[in-house]
């Protein structure tokens, strides 16, 4: 499944924004990258959508849009589970690192059907009721597109995470962390290379409610691979703003978090900032439907 008009991540996200726009009270995401502790009621569905779009690899042109659609239910009032289905849009020009001589990666421009996922959440302590709240996170993952490059690949994942919420002022105040490791098998299909990768990333943030239905903060990220699951290949730290919505049957969130330093560092890219596996940009726009 593959197209070639690069407006197609912008026309799926008015129609779902119309969709979701037209009724919709939520399990409320605060954040754009950090979650939180709470689950949903026992019973109650939620239509998700993330965009995420990434920018800027220091030389070239390079553009990527992720496009999530994501079902999540309740089961209990402690468990829910999710489903997505994952797009990926690439628009690359002579961003690609060099590796003998030739780019690592080709240009391209292109959108297409990259996986799904699963997950399965279950609310250990209710940031509401108990002094703090805390989650446990799994979520297994295929991926037939390479996030970076959008090489064709055959990737299998496993997710854990744990998640810690802290609520200040009569829930005025809302303050996140998520501890991440990931393992990812990957093997291109395009030249016969097998990898073995842990991810490890931290995300906190800090939320303010600073009028009704409406939420400001921080947050931040942090990001490293491992090759083989022992070398560190890489890292980079992300922080920025993020902005909050709730309305009765439905929310939005809006999260910019430009990268202010990374390692390994390419000076033909930039002296600060480890521009060969992420951005220097990266913006994130999640709308959430109760139904």
Do not use: C
């Not at 060099?98 to 997950?119: H, W």
């Not at 490791?181 to 990333?201: A, F, H, K, N």
């Not at 906190?204 to 691979?225: N, V």
């Amino acid at each position: 499944m593959a197209f070639t008009r690069p407006t197609l991540a912008g026309l799926l996200l008015a129609s779902t924004l119309s969709t979701f726009l037209a009724t919709a009270q939520a399990d409320e995401n605060l954040f754009g990258y950090t979650y939180g502790a709470e689950t949903l009621p026992q019973g109650a569905s939620e239509a998700y959508m993330w965009l995420t779009h990434r920018s800027n690899k220091g030389q070239g042109s390079y553009t990527a849009d992720d496009l999530k659609f994501e079902v999540e239910h309740g089961f209990t009032d402690r468990a829910q589970g999710s489903v997505y289905l994952n797009f990926e849009h690439h628009n690359i020009a002579g961003s690609a690192p060099i590796e003998n001589g030739e780019p690592e990666y080709p240009d391209r421009n292109s959108t297409r059907f990259s996986g799904v996922q699963a997950s399965f959440k279950y609310n250990l302590l209710s940031p509401f009721k108990d002094p703090i709240g805390l989650a446990i996170y799994i979520e297994p993952g295929y991926s037939r597109v390479h996030k970076v490059s959008g090489r064709p690949q055959n990737e299998k994942s496993l997710e854990f995470k744990l998640i810690a919420q802290k609520n200040f002022l009569d829930d005025q105040l809302v303050w996140a962390f998520n501890l991440t490791p990931e393992l990812e098998w990957r093997r291109y299909t395009d030249v016969p290379v097998s990898e073995r990768e842990l991810e490890l990333e931290a995300t906190t943030g800090i939320s303010y409610r600073f009028a009704p239905k409406w939420f400001a903060g921080l947050e931040g990220r942090y990001h490293s691979e491992y090759t083989n699951m022992t070398y560190r290949e890489h890292w980079a730290l992300f922080a920025g703003p993020t902005l909050h919505y709730g309305d009765e049957k439905w929310w939005a969130t809006l999260t910019w978090l430009p990268q202010i330093k990374g390692w390994p560092t390419d000076p033909a890219r930039s002296s600060t900032l480890h521009l060969d596996e992420h951005e220097r940009n990266e913006i994130r726009l999640k709308i959430g439907y109760n139904f």
